[in-house]
């Protein structure tokens, strides 16, 4: 199964739009690419999930490249509730690789 | 409720201490996952169930760790003679299975279990 890599850490002023970046070189074409995150005490939270077209919820954005080997989660208006441990995943939910493999994710950090 | 619900939402056992962890999943999912989160490390996949069935089991670390979902809805994870590195937070999550893939799964808050 898909690994991803993603930054230990990343700060982005209130406000501001967070880009968080995550590699996924070894996709396999029927695994999406989902995001969640986890505040600190909290079960994770989902957040957004795609294939290869660009999608958008009320939460945030996601660009995945046209390759699919990279995708950008964009949280447009950074608030300090955001601040927390986001997590990219690739998976095949509804197919053979239905698990959700967590790694380290990325600390995001939103400074007043 | 609307979401997946855990309980207990903390529990304090003493070594060697049966406990049980219940999950109610959200109404109609089929899907049922148990997770184990160690302190300041990612989730970690324990066991998959659709309906009724346990269909994964390959995550639980020992057999001390038994779960079951008879009816297909509710599910117990029961770990027995806890260990103190059996102190975690316990992480239930549900999907609605569906012909297509890219389901999207749902986490509860988890149940925080220390061992002493």
């Known amino acids: 199964d898909a690994k991803t890599t993603q930054p230990p850490s990343m700060d982005c002023a209130e406000g501001r739009a967070a880009n968080l970046p995550c590699n996924h070189s070894t996709i396999s074409g029927n695994e999406y690419v989902y995001w969640y995150r986890q505040i600190h005490s909290q079960g994770p939270q989902y957040i957004i999930h795609g294939l290869k077209n660009n999608e958008t919820n009320e939460m945030a954005s996601l660009i995945i490249t046209e390759d699919r080997k990279s995708s950008t989660l964009i949280l447009p208006h950074a608030t300090l509730r955001d601040t927390a441990v986001y997590y990219c995943?690739?998976?095949?939910?509804?197919?053979?690789?239905?698990?959700?493999?967590f790694g380290k994710g990325t600390l995001l950090t939103v400074n007043p | 409720g609307a979401g997946v619900s855990q309980s207990p939402r903390y529990k304090v056992a003493k070594r060697g201490q049966d406990v049980a962890l219940r999950c109610d999943p959200i109404?109609?999912?089929?899907?049922l996952f148990w997770y184990q989160q160690a302190l300041g490390q990612g989730p970690e996949f324990l066991t998959y169930?659709?309906?009724?069935?346990?269909?994964?089991k390959s995550g639980l670390p020992s057999d001390r760790f038994f779960a079951e979902r008879p009816e297909g809805s509710v599910s117990t994870l029961k770990i027995q003679r806890t260990q103190q590195e059996d102190s975690a937070v316990y992480l239930c999550?549900?999907?609605?299975?569906?012909?297509?893939?890219?389901?999207?799964?749902?986490f509860g808050e988890g149940s925080w279990l220390t061992v002493v």
């Open positions: 995943i690739v998976a095949n939910s509804g197919g053979s690789n239905y698990k959700l493999t």
């Open positions: 169930f659709q309906n009724e069935a346990q269909l994964d």
């Open positions: 999550a549900s999907s609605i299975k569906a012909q297509r893939a890219g389901n999207t799964i749902y």
């Open positions: 109404s109609g999912h089929v899907s």
